[in-house]
DNA sequence: TATAGTAAGCTACTTTTAGTAAGTCAAGTT
DNA sequence: AACTTGACTTACTAAAAGTAGCTTACTATA
């Protein structure tokens, strides 16, 4: 356990078992998906070429066609896989709390650990190019996000007794999210802020108002 | 002054008083921005092609060349164009508060009014596609609101006596940046909010953290 | 074991679009 | 009249997405 192995090291090492190159379909899917995201992390979405990652995983072009459809969908996948990975992360960190307050420090904790170990890709993934254009893909993220969200403010209303609109859950997530994206891609150019302090520094930022926004909410029903 | 006039037209209606076709450079550039931003706004920067904008101002391809320079650079003027707007609008509405609470209220309610005003530019050119990675030009509004947060956390720790380290300004004014403009985006599925609730809204999500962040940032000088 | 079927891959295209080289044409200036 | 300049054109190149159609190796079964 010395070593350790990127995803493209492991996917390559896999291929490379196959020496007369006629790789099963799932093992080259694996490769160039790790190819792809390393490239995306690389150049960015625009710049990247479909014909580099198709000689780079040492193989024609129409085979990645055949394995992905487009770069397009090519790229959802990678941000799909990528923000699995983060949600799985956060989740597990929020499982080990109970209370509100205590789960939202821990999931934001682990997003800025997560980060820090996945700069590159997360800032050509989720940040740059047509990032924005896929939100779709990386709304998962925020729909986890929605829970802990949820969670701080259901508590808050449950005393008084309210039931809050979804919709104001909904668009409080994102903007709770959007917080923590943009302060994400500030801290690219800030790395000596360890991930303590930019974790403690959102909640101090953000709970106050999540707690209190319950009477703001109740105001109009 | 019955009927309101779009910037094209203004800028189409100046370029035909030349009816030989050849138009002074500044006119041309004038109406060439316009073009480029409706079609931005309708397509989307990568869909949007050089050869349409040619078409649609009458004109050859190196004309727009010449006068533009890049596809990218004309992408970031009208970025430049829109968010100069944008932040004229901001500091109009700011100018007529002095407390940093109504400053960043009525800042607020400008940002949701004026993206009201002008949802499809604004989704092109700040939020689809390749709009991130332009984030250099959309920089300056969020230098705008760095101002207000300053006005709201210095006002907050003059109190304490303290002086704030600079660098946590500008990470929690990004932040702040990020909530509105992940909640705009938002709106933009539920345009039957009015501004006034939006503007409340965000209000009551962070001035509370905004005002009772001093505390946390004294912890760390 | 011969052979049909299939999975993996290739060469060689088409199409689209950003960007450019080189020239035309009208209007003033000397 | 010759000369420069500024707006504009035609006709290209280059790069990259995506595809049609062929080849080759492996596998199952008669």
């Known amino acids: 356990m010395g070593t350790t192995h990127s995803a493209v090291q492991i ?13 099963p379909r799932h093992i080259r899917e694996k490769q160039v998906l790790a190819l792809a995201e390393e490239l995306f992390a690389e150049k960015g979405f625009a710049v990247a070429s479909m014909d580099e990652l198709a000689l780079r995983a040492g193989v024609s072009k129409p085979v990645i066609y055949d394995l992905v ?26 499982s080990h709390q109970s209370e509100p307050v205590s789960q939202l420090r821990a999931g934001s904790l682990a997003f800025f650990k997560f980060i820090d170990e996945h700069r590159q890709s997360w800032s050509a993934l989720f940040v740059g190019d047509v990032a924005s254009s896929f939100s779709t893909e ?43 994206e943009a302060v994400a891609v500030w801290w690219w150019e800030h790395p000596e802020l ?3 302090v930019m974790s403690e520094w959102m909640v101090a930022l953000l709970v106050p108002g999540l707690t209190s926004l319950s009477d703001f909410l109740n105001i109009k029903p």
Chains 1, 2 share one sequence.
């Open 11 to 23: 996917a390559t090492a896999e291929v490379e078992a196959y020496p007369h190159g006629r790789v």
């Open 69 to 94: 459809g487009s770069k397009e969908e090519l790229f959802k996948a990678c941000i799909a896989r990528a923000s699995g990975e983060l949600r799985e992360q956060i989740a597990e960190a929020v």
């Open 138 to 180: 990386a709304e998962s993220v925020r729909k986890q996000q929605f829970d802990l969200v949820a969670g701080l403010l259901e508590k808050a209303t449950r005393v008084i007794g309210t039931q809050i609109e979804y919709k104001f859950l909904e668009g409080t997530a994102h903007a709770v999210n959007g917080a923590f």
């Open 194 to 196: 360890p991930c303590e």
